[in-house]
Antibody, heavy 121, light 107 residues
Framework: QVQLQESGPGLVKPSETLSLTCTVS??????????WGWIRQPPGRGLDWIGS???????YYNPSLKSRVTISVDTSKNQFSLKLNSVTAADTAVYYC?????????????WGQGTLVTVSS | EIVLTQSPGTLSLSPGERATLSCRASQSVSNTYLAWYQQKPGQAPRLLIYGASSRATGIPDRFSGSGSGTDFTLTISRLEPEDFAVYYC????????FGQGTKVEIK
């Protein structure tokens, strides 16, 4: 059974870059069937998709965040990563990684447990 | 971008009652590419329904989804104590967007 686990700093200073990694276990990130995505949830608020990546490196992003986001993949480590630059307090959120398919199979499942990132000086 | 609007914001019901949650899209969702998730405090969302009406693995049959086009519904036929949570809809027909959530609380 595939499991995902987020890791990275829980505190980032304003204007700096938020960096998180998602480690996939129980399955290969190089599956031709799936994309790997990042979703965030500000405290007390709803879910917001950030972007997704295919094992080949093909990416697509939420247009509202595209200018600040980079998602990359390391197939040798079965990991994918998120970088969000020029962060502000508005980027404080629980960040989740999740797997999704394409077309009809585009739902997110499974999800990582999430990691809280606070932007503060 | 397809905007999903969920209603009501909060639903106050008693165990055993029927819950009906609505998700309305700002434009038609391609091919019923709509999912529903349940989220409990401190937990990641859990997939309940995909393709608007198909239950995910292990999801009890008291959960059902319906709808097409711009109007979708999640129904919980008889609320169990563990069903009180926040529910989100999500479309994956055009990029990916989530609704703002409906909280089902104990009356």
């Amino acid at each position: 059974q595939v499991q995902l686990q987020e890791s990275g700093p829980g505190l980032v200073k304003p204007s700096e870059t938020l960096s998180l990694t998602c480690t996939v276990s129980g399955g290969s990130i190089s599956s031709s069937v799936y994309y790997w995505g990042w979703i965030r949830q500000p405290p007390g608020r709803g879910l917001d998709w950030i972007g997704s990546i295919y094992y080949s490196g093909n990416t697509y992003y939420n247009p509202s965040l595209k200018s600040r986001v980079t998602i990359s993949v390391d197939t040798s480590k079965n990991q994918f990563s998120l970088k969000l630059n020029s962060v502000t307090a508005a980027d404080t959120a629980v960040y989740y990684c999740a797997r999704h398919g394409t077309g009809y199979y585009g739902w997110f499942d499974p999800w990582g447990q999430g990691t809280l990132v606070t932007v503060s000086s | 971008e397809i905007v999903l609007t969920q209603s009501p914001g909060t639903l106050s019901l008693s165990p055993g009652e029927r819950a009906t949650l609505s998700c309305r899209a700002s434009q038609s969702v391609s091919n019923t590419y709509l999912a529903w998730y349940q989220q409990k405090p401190g937990q990641a969302p859990r997939l309940l329904i995909y393709g608007a009406s198909s239950r995910a693995t292990g999801i009890p049959d008291r959960f059902s989804g319906s709808g097409s086009g711009t109007d979708f519904t999640l129904t919980i036929s008889r609320l169990e104590p563990e069903d009180f949570a926040v529910y989100y809809c999500q479309q994956y027909g055009s990029s990916r967007t989530f609704g703002q959530g409906t909280k089902v609380e104990i009356k």
